[in-house]
């Protein structure tokens, strides 16, 4: 498997000896969705920006698109939508992207077509014309998106990416990252919505302190402590459920929970409610949320984290 991003090592300590980044690797598969999380001050934006050669590391060691991390000619190829972008107001959203192609040196024949597609693809055609003083918080977001689209890269960095969005919004957003996905397209998010990260992203990092304290593909992460609950009709009986408890099956009124990889351990339950002719309502599959594994990789101790 190839890889869009690979780091070995990533150290940035600031002026007064702040590490906010302690010596991070890390690798992202070209043509995926990558989720970068963590707690605010974990070193998110410090990540990318330094992959941007926005600000300049301690350390830094790895390779993106192929090329020694900072290698000028490969960032042409990167797209990116920072967090709280702003844009010069009396500017037209048209002229935002006009001006981000021509600083990656897009032709003006491709820069005329791409802008009006990706301003039809974001739901901006309609605001093009107008100034970005007259846009929602939203609506700036969607030209930011954009912009960052303008010079067809293979790498695309969207740092929050539905911050300001409405909901129609964000499901808009969701299905134009899944596209770029489509496309061959790498994407790294960074984004504080871990619901929504967990259904867009093949796999996730999740950085605290300048660390990574958790990573992997979404499906193999959420897989653990997954179990199968079986909801019937009223609390199970009293003998029923002395009987379930024996065979290590968890019982708490109606809710029977099974802690199993897969629905053979299931089928035993079920046949034994059935033979006792008691009715069942639901049975279904239960997994760790994105959420919650966040939540405790972050905050280990169960004391309240910032996020």
Same mark, same amino acid.
């Given at each position: 498997?190839?890889?869009?991003? /690979?780091?070995?090592?990533?150290?940035?300590?600031?002026?007064?000896? *702040?590490?906010?980044?302690?010596?991070?690797?890390?690798?992202?598969?070209?043509?995926?969705?990558?989720?970068?999380?963590?707690?605010?001050?974990?070193?998110?934006?410090?990540?990318?920006?330094?992959?941007? =050669?926005?600000?300049?590391?301690?350390?830094?060691?790895?390779?993106?698109?192929?090329? $020694?991390?900072?290698? @000028?000619?490969?960032? /042409?190829?990167?797209?990116?939508?920072?967090?709280?972008?702003?844009?010069?107001?009396?500017?037209?959203? @048209?002229?935002?992207?006009?001006?981000?192609?021509?600083?990656?040196?897009? /032709?003006?024949?491709?820069?005329?077509?791409? =802008?009006?597609?990706?301003?039809? @693809?974001?739901?901006?055609?309609?605001?093009?014309?107008?100034?970005?003083?007259?846009?929602?918080?939203?609506?700036?977001?969607?030209?930011?998106?954009?912009?960052?689209?303008?010079?067809?890269?293979? &790498?695309? *960095?969207?740092?929050? $990416? =539905?911050?300001?969005?409405?909901?129609?919004?964000?499901?808009?957003?969701?299905? &134009?990252?899944?596209?770029?996905?489509?496309?061959?397209?790498?994407?790294?998010?960074?984004?504080?919505?871990?619901?929504?990260?967990?259904?867009?992203?093949?796999?996730?990092?999740?950085?605290?302190?300048? @660390?990574?304290?958790?990573?992997?593909?979404?499906?193999?992460?959420?897989?653990?402590?997954?179990?199968?609950?079986?909801?019937?009709?009223?609390?199970? $009986?009293?003998?029923?459920?002395?009987? *379930?408890?024996?065979?290590?099956?968890?019982?708490?009124?109606?809710?029977?929970?099974?802690?199993?990889?897969?629905?053979?351990?299931?089928? $035993?339950?079920?046949?034994?409610?059935?033979?006792?002719?008691?009715?069942?309502?639901?049975?279904?599959?239960?997994?760790?949320? &994105?959420?919650?594994?966040?939540?405790?990789?972050?905050?280990?101790?169960?004391?309240?984290?910032?996020?």
């Amino acid at each position: 498997m190839s890889m869009a991003v /690979s780091i070995e090592c990533l150290r940035k300590i600031y002026r007064g000896g *702040f590490e906010a980044l302690a010596g991070v690797s890390l690798e992202v598969p070209a043509g995926s969705v990558f989720g970068l999380l963590g707690p605010n001050g974990a070193g998110k934006s410090t990540l990318v920006k330094s992959l941007l =050669t926005i600000l300049r590391p301690t350390e830094c060691r790895g390779t993106l698109l192929g090329q $020694p991390i900072g290698h @000028r000619a490969t960032l /042409s190829k990167v797209g990116y939508l920072p967090e709280h972008a702003k844009f010069p107001e009396y500017l037209t959203g @048209r002229q935002v992207v006009e001006f981000s192609a021509g600083l990656s040196k897009v /032709s003006s024949t491709i820069t005329k077509r791409r =802008t009006g597609e990706l301003l039809e @693809r974001v739901g901006m055609a309609s605001w093009g014309d107008k100034p970005v003083g007259s846009y929602s918080k939203g609506m700036k977001q969607r030209v930011g998106l954009a912009q960052a689209l303008v010079n067809d890269p293979e &790498l695309v *960095f969207l740092d929050e $990416p =539905t911050d300001g969005v409405d909901p129609g919004g964000r499901i808009e957003i969701r299905k &134009l990252i899944e596209a770029m996905r489509a496309e061959g397209k790498t994407v790294f998010v960074n984004s504080h919505l871990l619901a929504e990260v967990e259904q867009v992203a093949d796999h996730v990092v999740i950085l605290a302190k300048g @660390r990574i304290v958790e990573s992997g593909k979404v499906s193999d992460l959420t897989s653990r402590g997954r179990h199968y609950e079986i909801r019937t009709e009223g609390p199970v $009986p009293p003998g029923i459920r002395e009987k *379930f408890n024996a065979e290590g099956w968890e019982v708490a009124g109606d809710r029977i929970s099974i802690q199993a990889q897969d629905a053979g351990p299931v089928q $035993p339950v079920i046949d034994a409610l059935r033979a006792e002719k008691i009715s069942i309502r639901e049975v279904r599959e239960a997994r760790i949320s &994105l959420e919650d594994l966040f939540l405790s990789a972050v905050n280990p101790d169960g004391t309240e984290a910032s996020r």
